[in-house]
């Protein structure tokens, strides 16, 4: 698997949390709704972090440019 950029990645996470909602919102069987649930719990505050991640690098390889991500 290839890897992608944290803002790809990101992305990638929040539409997978839309996904598992739609598919919450249509779940008839309580035990598969926990699970949906249990897994949106478990992505809920990633992409947040990998955008604090991707711009703490930016900061860090560019730390001439620090005031502009700021």
Request: charged share 20%; aromatic share 2%.
């Amino acid at each position: 698997m290839k890897a992608l950029p944290l803002p790809n990645a990101a992305r990638q996470v929040e539409q997978a949390q839309s996904v598992l909602s739609m598919w919450l919102e249509l779940c008839k069987n309580a035990e598969e709704a926990n699970k949906i649930a249990a897994i949106i719990t478990l992505l809920d505050g990633v992409p947040e972090a990998m955008d604090a991640a991707e711009s703490l690098l930016f900061v860090l390889e560019n730390p001439d440019h620090a005031e502009a991500q700021q």
